[in-house]
């Protein structure tokens, strides 16, 4: 499982390249779709947590297995990826250095959302979006 669409050798749905209808044309002749409001990954890549994060993927698969984590799906999964990201965000601001916290949180928290994604496209009783307490329920 690798979670792109193209599993087990699927092609992708049918889709439309989209148009804003605003176009940049270069020196060159080439022509592109204007790039306002898309998103700019760029943004993400300085700074030392983009290879921490890999990292930390990186060494959790050599534990578990490559996309052990992608398995997850349950509310079960969701609620303690929550948990683990609040104790390493508290274990992050003690200055704690036994693990690289920082990217544990980054990795919960993605792991967290993956989870919600799955699980619903609304907030429930069940799986909420905000509510205080709820990051330590079980």
Partial sequence: MTGFANQGGHLPPPFEVKDSGEHQEYKSGMVRDSEE????YTYTLPGPMLDRWANHLMK???????????????????????????RHMI????????????????????????FLGRLATEPSKDHPLVLPGAYFET
């Fill in 37 to 40: 409001d898309k998103v700019d």
């Fill in 60 to 86: 959790g698969a050599a534990k578990y297995d490559r996309d052990n984590w992608l398995l997850g799906d349950g509310d079960e999964e969701y609620h303690r990826a929550r948990r683990s990201a609040a």
């Fill in 91 to 114: 274990q992050w601001l003690r200055g704690e250095t036994d693990e690289d916290h920082a990217a544990a949180v980054f990795f919960n928290l993605n792991a967290a959302e993956y």
